[in-house]
């Protein structure tokens, strides 16, 4: 029977927004290649040829999937079958991850078995598996779909998104959109490393795709309040997916705490609630502020009609005894859109920390209204939340570049907007195409650029993120190795744990006859984003990368330089790796901006090399003499003088 696909379905396969699809097809009539026709209608919705789709998207080469007749056999696994079915899926997933071998080749018992095996309490897979006589055909679906998406981990994201997180459902109600997760993400990640290792906390326990993300990009621990709902059970089963190690904490009553380092993360309303007004909100907050203290902070994502447009009733005595308590260390309204279910909602941002020993008349909340703005406007807003979260002594150092400091009493008096706007600050004048050719042929004394032609352009930067290029296929990540190399014999092959040079080599027979192991290849980018995020270039390849430091490989196709990509993350990288920034540099650019900087690395060795030799002959030269071994006069060889 030919599979049918609604225009949301199209644009889900394209990896693209709703209104693209529209778009596309508008623009392609009278085209060699129109959009193909609706094949029929049901309920005033067109209905399109599976088939006719991906057809079009692959001659068209329009989307973001590498794909996209792999995506299409998963989504016709998916386009069929119940709630439960997907739920069940779901669980099944997450088993082949934990025994790491298909589904298909045991039986209904032998799956049910591995089931109470590796869920004993039933926290997060064993009540959504089905009776034994349906178990044996979803376990051959889970299979197909990791054929299909690569692995389980991707499969159960496909899943989540085209089933799980199906329109009207409360998943769909509360989930951020990418860029707005992306956004969360980023944040989150500088307060956390600022407090070490902390455990990474969510008080409702259903923030699905968050907690699970922000844990392994970080890789931390997690911990999440207990809960039994269908949204719990699923953040449980990602965690699971993402490797990542977590612990459940009982509500009892919200009476709940938690010791040492921990970075909070709320983000309302959760998908347990979808409908909680802002009363029940601002009680989640105080549960969680109540009990911040040196060594853990708060960062809460919640619609802007709680956290700083005007409240009246209860919620606003909870909100100003929450800002009097001087927890609230800053106030963000964000601009619309973060929740696609709500477009023309404002989000907003609350950071807390443990109470401020100011009195309440001197005590200052630092505020923004980025609402006007784009998420890419908001550039800069990591920063200012790291200072704020430092208090007074980081806001002493910090040149804000966002936020600015209000007297909190004013907010709490005035009843009224928590972000009062500021002046924007007027922007320099950006360099244009003639004035880089300019600077850039001055700078260039030793004519290392002479063979290229610098001519004046008038595009505009194309910018995108590390996670945006892995999921359009340009980059793969490559995590490091977990090996013990001990009592292997030195040989040729180096191994890094980090981005400095490696410190040590290994034989690559005995390595291999341990363990199957992948090594670099040349042009790859080792990362690591400890303490400072770096990167460098592996130019020769061969390399035997060990955890924490990950590699990233660009496809020979992608519009990506790898030196290119490598200087940007050392000059800016920060938060979470996914979020990373890198141009987009299509040809005919690509390869002689690969090539200069090529050279010009090269020049740069030489040249280090021979201040290196200018070191060494330095220091020989000064052991020597001052060993009394050796004697130094120097010679005039200039011409006589009569």
Wanted: proline share 7%.
């Amino acid at each position: 029977m030919p599979e049918l696909m609604t225009m949301r379905d199209i644009a889900g396969l394209a990896r693209v927004q709703r209104p693209v699809v529209t778009t596309w097809r508008k623009r392609s009539r009278g085209s060699a290649h129109p959009f193909p026709g609706a094949r029929e209608q049901r309920n005033g919705q067109e209905l399109f040829l599976r088939d006719d789709i991906v057809e079009w998207l692959e001659v068209t080469q329009r989307g973001n999937s590498t794909d996209v007749r792999a995506d299409a056999a998963a989504f016709s696994l998916l386009s069929d079958g119940s709630a439960r079915a997907a739920e069940a899926l779901s669980a099944l997933l997450t088993l082949r991850h934990l025994i790491d071998e298909p589904l298909a080749g045991l039986s209904p018992d032998d799956l049910l078995d591995l089931a109470d095996e590796r869920d004993p309490d039933d926290r997060y897979l064993l009540r959504e598996l089905p009776r034994p006589g349906s178990v044996g055909g979803l376990a051959r679906t889970a299979d197909d779909l990791v054929d299909a998406a690569w692995d389980a981990t991707q499969a159960h994201r496909r899943l989540v998104d085209s089933r799980l997180r199906a329109p009207g459902s409360a998943l769909a109600q509360t989930a951020l959109s990418d860029p707005g997760r992306r956004l969360l993400l980023g944040l989150v990640g500088p307060l956390a490393r600022e407090l070490g290792e902390p455990a990474v906390m969510d008080a409702t326990g259903c923030a699905v795709d968050v907690l699970a993300e922000l844990a392994a990009s970080l890789e931390l621990a997690a911990a999440l309040i207990d809960g039994d709902s269908p949204t719990h059970r699923l953040v449980r089963r990602q965690l699971l997916l993402a490797d990542r190690p977590f612990r459940v904490i009982e509500r009892d009553g919200g009476s709940w705490s938690m010791d040492g380092p921990v970075v909070h993360m709320l983000v309302l309303p959760s998908a347990a609630s979808p409908g909680a007004d802002a009363l029940a909100q601002l009680d989640l907050i105080e549960e969680v502020a109540l009990q911040l203290d040196d060594q853990q902070v708060a960062l809460c994502l919640a619609p802007s009609a709680t956290l700083a447009d005007p409240l009246t009733g209860p919620a606003l005595a909870r909100r100003d005894q929450l800002l009097r308590g001087g927890y609230v260390r800053a106030v963000v309204r964000l601009p619309a859109g973060l929740r696609p279910a709500f477009p023309r909602e404002h989000s907003a941002l609350w950071l807390l920390g443990a109470s401020e020993s100011t009195g309440p008349a001197e005590r200052r909340t630092l505020v923004a209204d980025l609402g006007h703005l784009t998420l890419a406007g908001c550039d800069g807003l990591a920063d200012d939340l790291l200072a704020a979260g430092q208090g007074v002594d980081g806001a002493r150092r910090r040149a804000w570049v966002h936020l600015h400091p209000v007297l909190t009493r004013d907010l709490i008096s005035a009843s009224g907007t928590l972000t009062p706007a500021r002046p924007t600050r007027a922007q320099a004048r950006p360099r244009n195409g003639a004035d880089w050719v300019v600077d850039l042929r001055a700078a260039d004394r030793e004519g290392w650029l002479a063979d290229y032609r610098l001519d004046v352009a008038a595009g505009s930067p194309e910018l995108i993120t590390v996670g945006q290029a892995q999921e359009r296929g340009w980059l793969r990540v490559i995590p490091g190795r977990r090996l013990q190399l001990g009592g292997l014999p030195g040989g040729s092959v180096p191994v890094v744990d980090s981005t400095t040079q490696p410190s040590r080599t290994v034989d690559r027979l005995a390595l291999l006859a341990r363990s199957e192991v992948e090594f670099t290849e040349p042009g790859d980018i080792i990362f690591d984003v400890r303490s400072t995020p770096r990167a460098r270039l592996d130019e020769e390849g061969g390399t035997l990368v060990l955890s924490p430091a990950r590699v990233l490989r660009a496809r020979d196709s992608a519009p990506l330089v790898a030196r290119a990509i490598v200087a940007r993350i050392n000059a800016t990288g920060e938060g979470l790796w996914r979020n990373w920034t890198i141009s987009v540099i299509p040809e005919p650019d690509r390869s002689p901006l690969g090539e200069a900087l090529a050279e010009l690395a090269a020049e740069r060795a030489r040249l280090v090399a021979e201040l290196a030799a200018l070191d060494a002959l330095s220091t020989d030269l000064t052991t020597a003499v001052e060993s009394r071994q050796l004697s130094i006069t120097k010679e005039n060889h200039g011409p006589t003088s009569h």
